[in-house]
């Protein structure tokens, strides 16, 4: 199973890339710190919940809020 470890390219991984305070993005956006989710249409506020300045976007998908109310 340790085989397959390097095998595995960036898209197949757990990598998550990190937005900083500042960085023009749209999407939905969780702070790295707490965990407070944020919509963006410009760039990235620091977070108003712990002040922290690290954001990783959230998956997302058309369908992901219509399952969640089912």
Do not use: I, N
Request: charged share 20%; hydrophobic share 30%; with cysteine.
């Amino acid at each position: 199973m340790l085989d397959e470890v390097g095998k595995l390219s960036q898209d197949e991984g757990d990598y998550v890339e990190f937005f900083t305070t500042g960085t023009c993005v749209v999407g939905e956006y969780r702070c790295s710190g707490c965990g407070y989710g944020v919509t963006v249409h410009e760039s990235l506020p620091a977070c108003p919940m712990c002040s922290g300045t690290s954001w990783e976007q959230v998956d997302w998908s058309p369908l992901v809020r219509a399952r969640r109310l089912q």
